[in-house]
């Protein structure tokens, strides 16, 4: 399959571009398309700063030096979308940098428009396969996102997103925190797991937190880590 470029004249790349079969780089945005050298765009990805199907125009997309768009991947650039350098994107990733507007119960959801915050990702992330990233994100520089995460709050430099936990009878006692203090919320019948730091950690130098399942606890819950 070929690539196809839709508006070409708002895209600008820089040296030893690669576009793979298959990806559709839709360039219809205020700002355009700018993306750096030895960028590359995998098969099937699609870039979309503007809807196929109406509305108003999208913002926008910066990539910078030797960062790449995994396959499959898709960027919903409606609001603008920031990349740095050296960004690695596995498949099968999805940005959408706007939301539906729904407050008003008494209109149906197309008829309230949309609002737009764009997105963040700072030089020398890696955002694993099948994650989401979600409109008014930042993630700091240096990251890492682990295959399936849903990111709806900004992630500080240095931080690593994993929740590799499965099982039933998860409590908080399966897990041990290190040195860092704070609250475990389990939800046995998901699975799922959030901690709480007890300090503020935003005006902070990056810290990270590790919870490490423990092995000894024979409840079915799957070994793994979440940080």
């Known amino acids: 399959p070929s690539v196809k470029i839709i508006s070409g004249h708002k895209l600008k790349v820089g040296n030893n571009f690669i576009v793979e079969k298959g990806a559709e780089i839709n360039c219809i945005s205020t700002e355009g398309l700018q993306l750096g050298n030895k960028v590359t765009i995998g098969s ?3 870039i979309r700063p503007s809807n196929i199907y109406g509305g108003s125009m999208g913002s926008g997309l910066k990539i910078g030096d030797k ?3 995994g396959p499959y991947c898709y960027i919903g650039c409606s609001g603008y979308i920031e990349i740095g350098n ?3 994107m596995a498949p099968r990733v999805s940005l959408y940098s706007e939301n ?3 407050d008003d119960p008494g209109k149906t959801i197309n008829n309230q428009g949309t609002s737009r915050k764009g997105i963040i990702i700072k030089s020398g992330s890696w955002i694993g396969a099948n994650s989401i990233i979600l409109d008014g994100v930042s993630i700091g520089a240096n990251s890492i996102v682990s295959a399936g995460s849903v990111v709806t709050n900004n992630i500080p430099d240095g931080t690593e997103v994993d929740y590799t936990v499965s099982g039933t ?3 908080a006692n399966d897990f041990t925190t290190g040195s860092l203090t704070g609250t475990i919320t389990i939800n046995s019948d998901t ?4 901690f709480t730091l007890a300090e503020d950690t935003t005006t902070e130098g990056a810290e990270t937190l590790t919870l490490t399942l ?3 606890d024979d409840n079915g819950v799957t070994t793994g880590t979440l940080t």
């Open 86 to 88: 050296n960004v690695m």
């Open 191 to 194: 699975g799922s797991v959030t």
């Open 214 to 216: 423990d092995t000894a």
């Open 67 to 69: 960062s790449n768009i």
């Open 100 to 102: 539906h507007n729904f």
């Open 44 to 46: 099937y990805a699609m």
């Open 169 to 171: 009878g998860i409590d």
